[in-house]
């Protein structure tokens, strides 16, 4: 992974779902593209969940118009309330 191609992501939403699995989604903080991550609630608790994330462009996926403006909006308040590293 070479950092240059990296994209900064930052934390817009978490879903709990049945069976046990957590959703979490980071956006690009213009709110165009998202990373989704998805794990068990036996792996969270191992798993540190930081405010921001790096990720190679190909893993980013195109956000839907409904969502866009609202991952925007968390992403800004999230990138400017918490150091990228910080524990959510």
């Known amino acids: 992974m070479s950092e240059d191609a990296q994209v900064r992501c930052w934390l817009v939403e978490r879903d709990y779902w049945d069976e046990d699995v ?8 213009d709110g165009e593209q998202y990373y989704q991550r998805q794990l068990s609630g ?10 921001a994330t790096t990720v190679e462009p190909e893993e980013l996926e ?4 409904e969502d866009r403006e609202r991952y925007a909006t968390e992403a800004e308040r999230v990138a400017a309330s918490h150091d990228p590293d910080d524990l959510l």
């Open 22 to 29: 957590v959703t979490l989604v980071y956006a690009t903080p």
């Open 62 to 65: 195109t956000t839907s118009s």
């Open 42 to 51: 036996a792996l969270l608790v191992k798993t540190d969940v930081t405010a």
